[in-house]
């Protein structure tokens, strides 16, 4: 039963950081095996759409990409985290979530959607701004791709950032991702 946390803010010691380790902590705290991956130390480079790998069976991006997609597979649970980057995701997620293309049009051997499907999917997002409203286009993004994957969608923790330590301090903020950190672990058992 395991809860992985991606982290996908440029700043390592940032708010988003903070609070999926608040996450992480819960999801530890009720039993699940937890992992952090922090997107900026992988080298996952822009989709080429190119197709190239219907052809030779393999990807014409070398880079960390199946690191990342195992860990994906391997664990029951994802909690993504994005700070708000232009009323949308980060580009270290987006690239991301442009390569699962890769898998699902091709790497038969993977079976990525298959093993995708079912998996938990939760968010944790920061802005600066204080419209909630303003985050809605993030939101958006994870939903509808975790509806296009078959996952369950587990919930959404928004807090606010800017400087560091602005989330922490925010008690509500920090009670509900821990909180989501804890759903995601029940999900995680529930799966077994
Ligand atoms: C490139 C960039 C774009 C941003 N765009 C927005 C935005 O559209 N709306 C907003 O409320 N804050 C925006 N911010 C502020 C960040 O969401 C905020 O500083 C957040 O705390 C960054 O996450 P971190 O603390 O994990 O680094 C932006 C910051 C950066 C660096």
Same mark, same amino acid.
């Given at each position: 039963?395991?809860?992985?946390?991606?982290?996908?803010s440029?700043r390592? $010691?940032g708010n988003t950081n903070d609070l999926l380790?608040v996450a992480?902590?819960?999801?530890?705290?009720?039993?699940?095996?937890?992992?952090?991956?922090?997107?900026?130390?992988?080298?996952?480079?822009?989709?080429?759409?190119?197709?190239?790998?219907?052809?030779?069976?393999?990807?014409?991006?070398?880079?960390?990409?199946?690191?990342?997609?195992?860990?994906?597979?391997?664990?029951?649970?994802?909690?993504?985290a994005s700070p708000v980057y232009?009323y949308?995701?980060?580009?270290?997620?987006?690239?991301?979530?442009?390569?699962?293309?890769?898998?699902?049009?091709?790497?038969?051997?993977?079976?990525?959607?298959?093993?995708?499907?079912?998996?938990?999917?939760?968010v944790i997002a920061v802005q600066e701004e204080q419209d909630p409203d303003r985050a809605?286009?993030l939101l958006?993004?994870?939903?509808?791709?975790?509806?296009?994957?078959?996952?369950?969608?587990?919930?959404f923790v928004l807090g606010p950032g800017g400087s560091r330590g602005t989330a922490l301090k925010d008690e509500e903020t920090v009670k509900r991702a821990?909180?989501l950190?804890?759903?995601?672990? $029940?999900?995680?058992?529930?799966?077994?």
């Amino acid at each position: 039963m395991k809860v992985l946390g991606i982290m996908g803010s440029s700043r390592r $010691d940032g708010n988003t950081n903070d609070l999926l380790d608040v996450a992480l902590k819960g999801a530890a705290d009720a039993g699940a095996q937890v992992e952090k991956i922090v997107l900026a130390d992988y080298r996952i480079n822009h989709i080429a759409d190119c197709k190239v790998c219907r052809q030779r069976g393999k990807c014409v991006n070398e880079d960390d990409l199946p690191t990342v997609i195992d860990k994906l597979l391997e664990a029951d649970v994802h909690i993504w985290a994005s700070p708000v980057y232009w009323y949308t995701v980060s580009g270290l997620v987006k690239v991301l979530l442009d390569r699962f293309f890769c898998y699902i049009a091709w790497h038969p051997e993977v079976r990525f959607s298959e093993r995708m499907k079912g998996k938990g999917a939760a968010v944790i997002a920061v802005q600066e701004e204080q419209d909630p409203d303003r985050a809605r286009h993030l939101l958006g993004c994870f939903q509808w791709s975790f509806e296009f994957l078959e996952q369950e969608f587990l919930g959404f923790v928004l807090g606010p950032g800017g400087s560091r330590g602005t989330a922490l301090k925010d008690e509500e903020t920090v009670k509900r991702a821990y909180e989501l950190g804890r759903k995601a672990a $029940d999900f995680a058992r529930s799966r077994k």
